[in-house]
């Protein structure tokens, strides 16, 4: 009798073992399906919005600068002092435009930079290099580029320091493949 009561208990830890075993991976499953959620709607998702909208922008931006050398450049325009003047209120009108797709693009970067710092904890650690030379980038811009012009800095200065960009080609290619690669990931994971 006391051998039966043994081995109905010792099934019973056995299925109690099994079962707990099953939650505890399902738990784990839901709580990563969940955090990869969380990357996806707080960093990366936001993250290939921008991105997508600069590249955008950066390719009007060139197609305005290729209209112009076409237009304006490439032509051979009359001396007369009309044509001269109506021509550069057209270069600078042409200009502006470029110059204010760039500007949205800085305008955005700093909406990039709010997402980085706020939501630190959702960024996988291989990409903090690549996110982190983003936001020196930005900040460079803001204090070294005031209203598009460059301080009074001599250019073997900024070429020693090193260069500035609106946004580097390395963070647009690892912002995408990470969308990417998140999403496959949250399809596999349930």
């Given amino acids: 009798m006391l051998q039966l009561i043994i081995s109905f208990m010792g099934g019973g830890i056995l299925v109690a073992l ?13 709580r990563k399906h969940d955090f990869i959620k969380e990357q ?20 009007l931006n060139q197609k305005f600068h ?9 032509q051979k325009w009359s001396t007369d002092t009309h044509t001269r003047v109506s021509l550069r209120k057209e270069i600078d009108a042409t200009l ?27 960024i996988d650690p291989e990409d903090t290099d690549t996110f982190q030379q983003f936001v020196i980038d930005h900040m460079r811009m803001e204090r070294e580029f ?15 320091v090193g260069e500035i960009s609106f946004c580097r080609k ?3 290619e690892l912002v995408k493949a990470k969308f990417v690669e998140k999403n496959k990931t949250l ?3 349930h």
């Fill in 170 to 172: 390395q963070f647009i």
């Fill in 18 to 30: 099994i079962n707990w075993t099953r939650t505890a991976r399902s738990e784990r499953t839901t």
């Fill in 146 to 160: 005031k209203a598009g012009q460059p301080l009074e800095t001599p250019h073997e200065i900024y070429f020693k």
């Fill in 40 to 59: 996806i709607a707080n960093v990366y998702g936001p993250l290939y919005f921008f991105v997508g909208i600069t590249e955008a922008l950066f390719g």
């Fill in 66 to 74: 290729q209209a112009y050398n076409e237009h304006f450049i490439d």
């Fill in 96 to 122: 502006q435009i470029a110059n204010d797709y760039v500007g949205i693009v800085r305008d955005n970067n700093a909406k990039i930079v709010d997402i980085l710092r706020e939501n630190y904890a959702f």
């Fill in 187 to 189: 399809k596999s994971v």
